[in-house]
């Protein structure tokens, strides 16, 4: 049998009583220790239980108990940690030992510190190896990282390699690592399946969601420059007299034509509304398509109006009206629901336009100061 010294940035000293650890803290006499490490390749490691058992609470459980069986080590306790290279064990006892864990150790071994650390329950270790494991996943290992890490509970591993495998599942399905896992472990490949079929559920309801949100900001536009048409007009259509605020005083449209912010949506609606003036297929039994969408525009203006007296849209007021009786005989829940969304879009729009204009006001000011400033020296 081989004795190792621990590989632990540390130097190993000649004294009268023969060898110490020294490390960046405190140095530790090896003829003192009263334990030893069994490594694979029956190889062995002096420590000192002490120090073990301060660190990880399992091996004060194991302390506790007197092995026999090990008496050829001089009467010494002995545990035995097998299954990992004798080098993973050393930088192991090593970060007991000082809590240093070097970058090319992490790459080397991650994966079986790991798996120490879990077993050990040194928590310290775990989350340092957590972190460097998943820096390393590739589309080659990330299924046996996976799988240890749902041995070792490690969730922030199995979370990181199952997006790996989602978003990089043709070259996974490839390799050796996955065609293993589908002959071994059939469940964990149904829970990788389950995962990627959750995960693009997730995209198609987002997708969905911000496509209604757009339609929903697109109405809130409209109702906007429906407003903006029927009482200031725009370049094609307005009301006859516009009341201009800085002579108080009434101008004919058309003195008063320049094209708004949202002139796209305005051209639109103006359009509309021309049609929906001079259309006569609207008295016709199967009516006109056109016109059925401006009348549920104007709808939705007068259901979102809140001065419906002095509002100049046209049917304002009489889509009031027969909201009023709509109310009475059970008023449309979808209808209800639209209104509710376009007033929560309107809403936002107007918050989003505040907070810009706030923010380029304070930029502007701040801009002014700075100028200011130079200019007076300061």
């Known amino acids: 049998m081989e004795p190792v010294l621990v590989a632990m940035a540390v130097t190993a000293t000649s004294e009268d009583d023969g060898f110490s650890l020294i490390t960046d803290k405190v140095s530790y006499n090896l003829m003192g220790s009263d334990v030893t490490i069994v490594t694979s390749g029956n ?39 097998l299954g990992v290279p004798c080098d993973a064990v050393s930088v192991f006892i090593r970060f007991l030992y000082s809590s240093s864990l070097t970058e090319d150790d992490l790459e080397k071994y991650g994966i079986h510190l790991l798996a120490l650390s ?83 559920s997730r995209k198609k309801r987002r997708r969905r969601h911000k496509k209604e949100q757009n339609l929903y900001m697109q109405l809130s536009e409209a109702m906007e420059c429906i407003e903006h048409i029927c009482t200031q007009g725009c370049t094609l ?18 003195a008063k034509s320049n094209p708004c912010k949202a002139f796209s ?17 609207r008295s016709n039994e199967k009516g006109c398509l056109r016109c059925k969408r ?16 002095s509002c100049r849209v046209p049917l ?16 449309d829940t ?16 107007s918050l989003c ?7 380029c006001d304070g930029e502007a000011e701040g801009l002014v100061r700075n100028r200011t400033g130079r200019s007076w020296g300061l």
């Open 43 to 81: 190889r062995w490691i002096p420590a000192h239980s002490g120090i073990l058992a301060s660190a990880s609470p399992v091996l004060m459980n194991i302390m506790k108990k007197t092995v026999r069986r090990y008496q050829r080590y001089g009467a010494k306790r002995a545990i035995k940690i």
């Open 265 to 281: 949506t305005c051209y639109g609606l103006q359009l509309s509304i021309r049609h929906f003036a001079v259309c006569k297929k």
């Open 118 to 200: 879990h077993v050990y329950m040194v928590t310290n270790l775990k989350q340092r190896c957590s972190r460097g494991v998943v820096e390393g996943l590739t589309a080659d290992n990330v299924v046996d990282v996976l799988q240890l890490a749902r041995l070792c509970d490690a969730p922030d591993v199995c979370l990181k390699s199952m997006r790996l495998i989602q978003s990089q599942f043709k070259t996974v399905e490839q390799t050796e690592g996955w065609k293993f896992l589908q002959e071994h472990d059939p469940v964990l490949e149904l829970d990788i399946l389950q995962f990627i079929d959750d995960a693009e």
């Open 353 to 359: 336009q505040s907070s810009k204009k706030n923010k």
């Open 294 to 309: 401006m009348l549920q525009l104007l709808r939705l203006h007068s259901s979102i109006c809140d001065q419906p007296e």
């Open 237 to 254: 259509v307005g009301p006859t007299n516009i009341v201009d605020d800085n002579k108080s005083s009434t101008v004919p449209f058309g």
């Open 334 to 349: 979808k209808w209800k629901l639209l209104v509710r969304r376009v007033v929560s879009a309107k809403a936002m729009s």
């Open 316 to 331: 304002c007021r009489h889509f009031k009206k027969r909201v009023e009786q709509d109310k009475r005989m059970g008023e």
